[in-house]
């Protein structure tokens, strides 16, 4: 039995929980939330490595229409952030319309009935629109690299560890250099008995400024709600500010870079090691994470960096690029996930059954990040080049649920069946994304980062101020979609002439 909803979100981190949201601000109550996992959270749910936590402010990193006063550090942790969601769920009355356990396999649209057909793990649906709500940092990302599936011992990625497997005593190999190994290490470091870390390349490392919120904190906030919300208003500002820097004029990169090097010198006194650990690239080229447990991890008795690249796995084993062999017990691959390489887009089929893979070719782009030309009824959240390198996704994402809510809204008032970004609306917009980029300090940087697709290009970041980017997309602008109305379907009329006989 086919059953039917009007709106299907695939997914239930902030971006599912925001629209959902956002539908029932208007009044719009039928749509479900689809959710693969056993519970809610997104990105929240599956990453659980030890000293997981975000790196942007706990006040910014949250929705601004749900402000949280218990957060117990100025840089959540994972667990708090997960139940952060999970009460959102319950306070926007999201519950009945949340489905976990349910995976979407395939979507196909359906142009003689103007609906999409899902293929899910419970049953098949159909929907008059359909939102990915998956995100970016969802699929692990395993290097490519020979003789993985050889090895004897335990092999994990970051975002999907396993609790149950003890690291005591271990030889553990652990492979990258990025926001995650930056967290994880520090913390399973002691439990080890070696530990290799294995480093491609140098990350940029600057001081972190966490701390613990205190208890009199919490209070003030919880009796005076706008002292948190002038929280994040500076906390909003002071990464805005980046921009200045990571997009605007590159050269002005060098103050926090220079922040970064002291940072480097005051905790890393071997001057070889020092040399390591210093990057080749401006700094914000790639991700710049904040830590001050990453370099005196690395230098601890039976902590090993290895510069250079995994090339090959073995049975027991792990040899580098220099051909240099280590015995190991547990393999842990810190290699973050498909980002450019969305694995949702191969599932996704639109007009004419194109699969949206294929109609990128290597190099996704839309329309704010959430619209694509040929796939009508079809939004996406934290898509193409709305990705940020300085300040909150949620931000964005705020601006995205409006977005697909005025979408769902302008079917409903026009009495339209489907809706299309216009494609010279999508290609000017992406156009105008290009010539910013190429100023950026992505492009000039000197770096190769996963913020580029297969054919090279940035296909991540938005390149300019965000308060710029959620104007636009709140803002809605009627010619940029075509409205289509089909009231009678080719099946509608067989079955129609069919009652008439």
Known sequence: ?????????????????????ALRESRFDDFLIFERAPESGGVWQSNTYPGCRCDVPSHLYSFSYAPNADWSSTYSPQREIQAY?????????????????????????????????????GGPWTAQVLVSAVGPLTEPKLPDVPGIDRFRGKVMHSARWDHTHD????????I?????????????????????????????????????????????????????????AKAYVAKELLVLGFAKQPRLMRVVERLARRHLAHQVEDPSLRRALTPDFTIGCK???????????????????????????????????????REIDTLIFGTGFHVTDIPFADKVRGRGGELLSAAWAGSPRAYLGVSVPGFPNFFMFLGPNSGLGHSS??????????????AVRALDTSGSTSIEVDRSTH????????????????????????????????????????FRYRREAVRWRPEAYHLASRPTTARQKSNDSVDAS
């Open 167 to 174: 690291l005591t005593g271990e030889r553990v190999a652990s």
């Open 85 to 121: 969601l999970r009460d959102c769920l319950d306070r926007f009355g999201l519950e009945p319309h949340l489905r976990t356990g349910v995976e979407v396999q395939g979507a196909r649209w359906d142009e003689e009935d103007q609906l999409w057909h899902v293929t899910t793990s």
């Open 393 to 406: 996704m949620v931000y964005m994402i705020e601006a995205q649920a409006e977005h697909v809510k005025n």
């Open 1 to 21: 039995m086919i059953q039917h909803v009007r709106v299907l979100i695939v997914g239930s981190g902030f971006s599912g929980i925001g629209l959902g949201r």
């Open 427 to 466: 290609d000017a917009y992406n156009a105008e994304l290009d010539r910013k980029l190429a100023k950026s300090v992505w492009e000039l940087g000197g770096c190769r980062s996963f913020y580029r697709d297969a054919n090279g290009r940035n296909a991540t970041i938005y390149p300019d101020w965000t």
């Open 287 to 325: 991700r710049v994470v904040p830590s001050n447990a990453w370099y005196p991890a690395l230098q601890k008795p039976h902590v090993e960096l290895v510069p250079r690249a995994l090339s090959e796995v073995r049975e027991h084993s792990v040899v580098d690029t220099d051909g240099v062999e």
């Open 176 to 232: 990258g250099t990025g926001a995650s190994a930056i967290q994880y290490v520090p913390e399973i470091a002691d439990q080890t008995g070696r530990l290799y870390v294995f480093q491609r390349s140098a990350p940029w490392i600057t001081p972190h400024d966490k701390r613990a919120i205190t208890e009199a904190e919490r209070r003030r906030f919880r009796a005076q709600p706008f002292r948190q919300r002038v929280e994040r």
